[in-house]
């Protein structure tokens, strides 16, 4: 079969499965969610020996040791993996739910159904475990999945699949409902992200260069984030030990997340003061800092920062720093080099964070809290799928309800419209 | 200056007008409304002027009498433009609302804030009110609006983006926050639909082909709909005088609408007594019938349909019939030849109605309904900037929230977390 009326295939078999997960009961979603915990179970000796061939093959072709470790499948892996499909089946099930049922003028009553999207694809890098998150969400929001992992954990992949149907197969859906492509040609991939009729929203999770070129081909809605340059905006208003607490842990709590912060903003009216306490206890954890030539003034240690610095998500124990006139500054600044996701102000005046909160364009804003907290679990989804920075749709960390659409629903005793 | 130079420049200031409109009262964006419609009442003579050119312009390049029709300015329309403004101006304000404040176990308080998204391009051909009316609807939701009209409109469209400009400069607003493209140049549409950093949605409002181009070669997110092949389902336990009723209105009430039936689909328990009624009613309205085999066995008058006919939107007194053999059928042949529109059932089973609403996979799914309802009035939004389609973000009927974008607001006292 050509890869063209493969993948044809799986997205008719992935639209005629969401039809029939569209009026699956809960019930039934959750069972099938257990059931694939236990044949996840059953399966373990095989997904470890299937994991070695991928990690064996990763070691031949010279993957790095991070890289490796994401491959890896060991019991705790396998057991936190049966330990999420068991929490996605405690959460409350969004599908179903109708709200705003109004009677208007003409007699007709409208409200909104919340509805599943229909089909999703997502695509992924090395960590097999991905396949059991993304699928166990979308299953429980009532959508079917198509799962296009990296060719790296090709063979741990497949053998999550059949542990998977399995699962599906036990609670009386359709196999078909969470489909793994088997095949690691990468035109795969291409086809998935055109293929509007059968695919209704992408979610890629991985590196930048793999978001941005697959945001850049598609023809199907995709739900992503690029990057997470965070700020932190010191005001001259701020309670100091309240600053020193947030701007540490949403520096130093770890390095590699997309909201840690990665620049620092602080009034002028508060530098000398607070910069030399702050920029000591980041130093302390091994940050490097570089700054405007205001804050190197202050702090002989932090280096020049270039235009370039400013745009930068480092990932890294690096950190910008920035003095600003007044929030006003920080505000554009943040608007202007920030990418959308998180922002936190630390200040003790109510009317600074009121205008904080309405003017910083970003998916989350925070008033006197670490930006560690924009994530799923924190904000109390249960789990998140990803963190979003676009503005339509689903906007900061996507739970259940990101997956999900809303369709109107009119009743009405034979009603027509007059003009 | 560039074509490119231009967009550029018109995108730059579209974002920076952006950020004055998000954080301006709802006082003055109605003030702003207001003003607009004393400047357009001022400037009525030079509209009508204006208009006369592109008028004879669209007489000489040989514009048929619909397309001369909707170029056409008068007084009425100019009424009409004045009154929509007032409209618009009275609707409440979605921007500021703040939902779902909750305190999660961390101590921090999550909710979410309503906030525009930012600047909106409309891209519509030949009738020069929708400036108005998209301007207004934008405006309204603290949107900036870059506007590019149908070419043949182009000095009534200058003519009215200056009543606009006036209008906003009045209220202390800047002329920016509208921006009509002063160009006929085609590569504008190109550069707007490709400009994610300046746009952050587009919503094409015209024929089907500028709305699939615009579709295919956008990089900003589009709301749109393409199709409206909207169906009535007469089930077997359907009331006869409402199906007739509701049979009638939804095809003959107007014939160009989106929400007009294209299709019935009628239970083969019925077709005896009820569709000889149904077809002779709508034959006497002058509605020309295809179907299938069983439906011409019943009403002789019917001719043959073809494949091609049960996706087609005819926008005209055309209709399709199609005999089903149980709601199944006629569920599965609806999301099959649909297009996500409007469609309805007319039952009195409980049971049925139930289903129906729950599988249909439709912007706007109606029970004993006409589907004319579907409309931003009709469904009390006060106005509409269009319908959608698509099931991320707006689907159904767009009004000021569709416009509105939601982010999370983090309320701590220097709360950071844990691990």
Redesign the interface.
Known sequence: MSLESYMNQIGQQARAAS?LL??ASTQQKNMALLAMADALETARPRLIEENLKDMQNGKEKGLDAAMLDRLLLNDARIDGMIEGLKQVATLPDPI?EITGM?Y?P?G?Q?GQ?R?P??VIGIIYESRPNVTIDAASLCLKSGNSTILRGGSEAFYSNQAIALAISEGLSAAGLPPEAVQVINTTDREAVGQLITMPEYV??IVPRGGKSLIERI??DA?V?V?KHLDGNCHVYVDNEA?E??AL??V???KT?RYGVCNAMESLLIHKEVVNQQLPVLASALEEKGVELVGCVQSQAVVSSISPATEEDWYTEYHAPKLSVKVVDNMDEAI?HI?KYGSHHTDAIVSQDYTKAR?F???V??????????T???DGF???FGAEIGIST????A???VGLLGLT?????????????DN
């Open positions: 039809r569209a009026k179903g109004e208007l003409s007709i409208r159904m509805v999207l229909g209704d929203v945001s850049k023809r809605p739900i309670d030990a309240k607490k947030i540490l842990n949403a709590r554009a608007n205008a909160m309405t003017e364009d970003s998916a989350s804003v925070m008033v006197n809290a670490s560690a907290f924009a924190e904000y109390g676009d503005k339509i749709h906007r900061g960390p659409s809303q369709k109107y629903i009119v009743l009405g005793d034979g009603h027509t419209r």
